[in-house]
């Protein structure tokens, strides 16, 4: 089945730093890699995804970039705040299946 | 975006009773969903899919038994915690699957037993 390393495990930034997390996938099927945002005590909320067939998506100050033939992916966030601290998750699924989640980054961005 | 709920949204019960956590899709309907459990300070960990009319599958480690889940309808599953211990607390989220790969969460349940 699918297996999802995610690196680092925690990470501190000065408020309007970037911050760069990045995940490995095993299974070469997965097509979907979202990114969510959990906040203390609160459900996931999904901040970006992208799919295999794309290299690239960015919204505003958050992007994702996808290597299908590394099978890694990565969040960046450029000019960090302070609302920016929580736990990030990366995650990986195909078609009709459950997301398979990293172990999360603990993001803190100290101004 | 689609609305998942989730009741109760925390519960404290004593070791050895069981505790339903109900998971509803507000303005959807959907054939599959799943049950993930999160520990504190973890990630989120898969327990099962659930296709409605069909039994759960599971994942390897949780117990049906002790974990039982119903998928009656498109828009209602349980999850029947049994005979529930201290090690089961726990924080529940459901999700439902629409469309393709898009999954919708419920707030959670956070499960205490004493």
């Known amino acids: 089945g699918e297996n999802v390393e995610q690196h680092p495990s925690t990470l501190s930034v000065q408020e309007g730093d970037s911050a760069v997390i990045k995940c490995t996938y095993s299974?070469?099927?997965?097509?979907?890699f979202p990114w969510y945002k959990q906040e203390l005590g609160k459900r996931p909320q999904l901040i970006i995804d992208i799919r295999s067939n794309v290299g690239e998506k960015k919204d505003q100050r958050i992007a994702v970039t996808l290597n299908k033939t590394a099978k890694h992916f990565s969040l960046h966030i450029t000019e960090t705040q302070p609302e920016d601290s929580a736990v990030y998750f990366c995650?990986?699924?195909?078609?009709?299946?459950?997301?398979?989640f990293g172990k999360g980054t603990t993001l803190s961005v100290s101004s | 975006g689609a609305v998942v709920s989730q009741h109760p949204s925390w519960v404290i019960c004593k070791s050895g009773t069981s505790v339903k956590i109900e998971c509803r899709s507000l303005?959807?309907?959907?054939?599959?969903m799943f049950w993930y459990r999160q520990f504190p300070k973890q990630s989120l960990m898969l327990m099962a899919t659930s296709n409605e009319g069909s039994k759960a599958t599971y994942e390897q480690g949780v117990e049906k038994d002790k974990f039982l889940i119903n998928h009656a309808s498109l828009t209602l599953s349980t999850l029947t915690v049994t005979s529930a211990h201290p090690e089961d607390s726990s924080f529940y989220i459901c999700?439902?699957?629409?469309?393709?790969?898009?999954?919708?969460f419920g707030p959670g349940t956070r499960l205490t037993v004493l």
């Open positions: 999700t439902y699957l629409a469309g393709v790969n898009e999954q919708f």
């Open positions: 299974d070469s099927a997965s097509n979907y």
């Open positions: 303005d959807f309907q959907a054939t599959t």
């Open positions: 995650a990986a699924t195909q078609a009709g299946t459950a997301l398979i």
